[in-house]
Nanobody, 127 residues
Framework: HVQLVESGGGSVQAGGSLTLSCAASRDSYSFACMGWFRQAQGKEREGVAVAPMYKDGGSPAYVDSVKGRFAISVDKANKTGYLQMDRLKSDDTGIYYC???????????????????WGQGTQVTVS
């Protein structure tokens, strides 16, 4: 079992920055990938950024709309992940979820279907 807790959401003006954090509980099983997903009001949940938690898991991946503005990083030893969000836009507004996937492969997927464990979500509002 993996328990995830996000923090760091809030309100910011367009062009500003926020950093989200995701911590897995100490007794969590190891997992393959950590991902950040978001859901805007009235829209489907989308993958934002994912990163492997193991050596041969490839490189981080991003949805096109955040490339060059967001950066995901992970602390494998402490099962913690971060999402640095810069040059925020109003379209980035939504609830951001941290998720963990137990499936090992060559790369991590942005498909939410392969993520089994989810945090409670944190609101990000860009005005």
């Amino acid at each position: 079992h993996v328990q995830l807790v996000e923090s760091g959401g809030g309100s910011v003006q367009a062009g500003g920055s926020l950093t989200l954090s995701c911590a897995a509980s100490r007794d969590s099983y190891s997992f393959a990938c950590m991902g950040w997903f978001r859901q805007a009001q009235g829209k489907e949940r989308e993958g934002v950024a994912v990163a492997p938690m193991y050596k041969d898991g490839g490189s981080p991946a991003y949805v096109d709309s955040v490339k060059g503005r967001f950066a995901i990083s992970v602390d494998k030893a402490n099962k913690t992940g971060y999402l640095q969000m810069d040059r925020l836009k109003s379209d980035d507004t939504g609830i951001y979820y941290c998720a963990a996937s137990p499936y090992y492969g060559r790369t991590c997927s942005l498909n939410s279907a392969v993520y089994r464990y989810w945090g409670q979500g944190t609101q990000v509002t860009v005005s």
